[in-house]
């Protein structure tokens, strides 16, 4: 059972629009959420996060916006350039001091010039 | 920077074969992880260790072990490789601690014939 969710595998969006990639989750203990970035042939690289104790955390373009109560997070990247275009996994942990994620299966995220 | 050495980028092994995959962080973290990258499945996590010599499973731990001697290093084995084991692996490290991001290699792509 999937316990983190995202229901887009794929986004596109033009450069200097906002985009805005979605994940849901089912498990109400997560109380730490992250997104990370892969390019191909790379590894996933840590984007953002925010503890469920917060409903926004912004860093320059990127913002994570979490609704409790819907299960749900969203990021947004304001302006979109095409250099953001990658795949994009939201996670999730519930403590604990193993810092064990649960990823979703992941967006991928096109930015067209 | 931390940094997360995956020791092969591509891999080919038949089936039957005893498979090592080796993977070293350099910033004393705690925390290792291996993770499986499939298409659609996003990223699974095989097993994680939380300290030398210990470890435990994660999700999807049928088919494969691990070994960690030192702190630095983290082992994936594959006792008997099979076809579906065709894959991405994804080796990974954190402090230990809550709310601390996972550090990620640039994978081993394993191909099983």
């Known amino acids: 059972d999937q316990q983190v969710k995202q229901n887009s595998p794929s986004l596109s969006v033009q450069e200097g629009r906002i985009s805005i990639l979605n994940c849901d989750y089912t498990?109400?203990?997560?109380?730490?959420f992250l997104w990370y970035k892969k390019y191909p042939a790379e590894g996933p690289t840590f984007l953002i996060s925010?503890?469920?104790?917060?409903d926004k955390n912004e860093d320059g373009r990127f913002t994570v916006f979490l609704n409790k109560s819907a299960k749900h997070l969203s990021l947004h990247i304001v302006p979109s350039q095409p250099g953001d275009s990658a795949v994009y996994f939201c996670?999730?942990?519930?403590?604990?001091?193993?810092?064990?994620?649960?990823f979703g299966t992941g967006t991928l995220l096109a930015v067209q010039p | 920077d931390v940094k997360v050495t995956q020791s092969s980028r591509y891999l080919v092994k038949r089936t039957g074969e005893k498979v090592f995959l080796e993977c070293v962080q350099d910033?004393?973290?705690?925390?290792m992880f291996w993770y499986r990258q499939d298409p659609g499945l996003g990223l699974r996590l095989i097993y994680f260790?939380?300290?030398?010599?210990?470890?435990e499973k994660g999700d999807i731990p049928e088919g494969y072990s691990v070994s960690r001697e030192k702190k630095e290093r983290f082992s994936l084995i594959l006792e008997s490789a099979s076809t579906n084991q065709t894959s991405m692996y994804l080796c990974?490290?954190?402090?230990?601690?809550?709310?601390?991001?996972?550090?990620f290699g640039d994978g081993t792509r394993l191909s099983i014939l």
């Open positions: 990974a490290s954190s402090l230990g601690g809550a709310t601390r991001p996972q550090h």
């Open positions: 260790s939380y300290d030398v010599k210990m470890k």
């Open positions: 996670a999730a942990m519930s403590g604990g001091a193993t810092n064990k994620l649960i």
């Open positions: 910033m004393d973290h705690e925390n």
């Open positions: 925010i503890s469920s104790i917060k």
């Open positions: 498990n109400s203990m997560f109380d730490y």
